[in-house]
C-alpha cells in the first residue's frame, strides 16, 4: 500500500528534483512506502510543520474500464512559441517566490537570534555591577543598534510573509508542470459523441452500394 502526505485543507507533499519536500495538489501528490513518508514527514521545514501535515494511507482501488470509443487524433501537432515561453516566465515566478520563502526562514531565524541578544544585554545591565557613563553609552548603543536591525527584518518579513501567504501552492508554477502541462497538448483526441463518421473506406463503400442498387 502506498502513503500520501497531506493536510486538512487538501494540500498534499511531493519531492522535487533535488529531495527536498514541496506542497502541490492532490493530482501530483507523491506516493511513498510508509517509512518513507513518516521520515519525511519527521524532517520538514519548520514553516511546514505549521500547516499540519500527517501520513495518510493511499487505498489500491484498480481503475475502471471504459467502454470502446471511437475518436481522431492529431499527430503533427507543434506548439507555438506563445505557449511554450510560459515554461519560463512562470517558473521565473516560481523562482522568485521559492527565495522569497527562503530568505523568510533565513529572517525568522535572525529575528530569534536578535531577540537572543537583547536578552543578552538585558542580564549584563541584571547581573553586572552598574557602569560608568561611558560603559552604559555601549550599552545603549548596542541597544539601539539591536532594535533598528530588529526593525529592519520585521519589515522585510512583513513584505515577504504579506506574499507568501496568498501563494499557499505554487507548485503549479513549476517548470516541470508547465512542461506537463504542455506535453499534454500533444497526441489529444476527439470522441465523437452522437454519430459515427465513416471513414475514406466505408464513403466508397457506400457509394458503391448505391450504384450497384
Not at 105 to 110: F, I, M, N, Q, V
Not at 169 to 193: E, M, N, P, T
Request: charged share 40%; proline share 3%.
Amino acid at each position: 500500500m502506498d502513503y500520501a502526505i497531506k493536510n486538512n485543507k487538501g494540500v498534499y507533499l511531493k519531492l522535487n528534483s533535488s529531495g527536498s519536500p514541496i506542497t502541490c495538489s492532490e493530482k501530483d501528490k507523491g506516493l511513498f512506502e510508509y517509512s518513507k513518508a513518516k521520515n519525511i514527514l519527521d524532517h520538514i521545514p519548520k514553516t511546514m510543520k505549521k500547516m499540519h501535515f500527517k501520513v495518510e494511507a493511499i487505498p489500491d482501488v484498480k481503475p475502471k474500464t471504459d467502454k470502446k470509443i471511437k475518436n481522431i487524433s492529431k499527430e503533427d501537432y507543434i506548439p507555438s512559441d506563445n505557449i511554450t515561453r510560459w515554461i519560463e516566465r512562470f517558473g521565473t515566478c516560481d523562482d522568485i517566490l521559492s527565495e522569497a520563502k527562503s530568505r523568510e526562514d533565513e529572517l525568522l531565524e535572525k529575528l530569534k537570534n536578535s531577540d537572543n541578544e537583547l536578552l543578552d544585554i538585558l542580564h549584563i545591565i541584571e547581573i553586572e555591577r552598574p557602569k560608568d557613563l561611558y560603559n552604559g553609552w555601549i550599552i545603549y548603543k548596542k541597544i539601539k543598534q539591536n532594535r533598528k536591525e530588529r526593525r529592519n527584518i520585521k519589515d522585510e518579513l512583513l513584505i515577504i510573509e504579506n506574499v507568501l501567504k496568498k501563494f499557499s501552492d505554487v507548485s503549479c508554477l513549476h517548470r516541470d508542470r508547465v512542461q506537463k502541462a504542455i506535453d499534454g497538448l500533444f497526441g489529444r483526441k476527439y470522441s465523437f459523441r452522437i454519430i459515427d463518421i465513416p471513414n475514406d473506406d466505408e464513403s466508397i463503400a457506400t457509394d458503391s452500394d448505391k450504384k450497384a442498387g
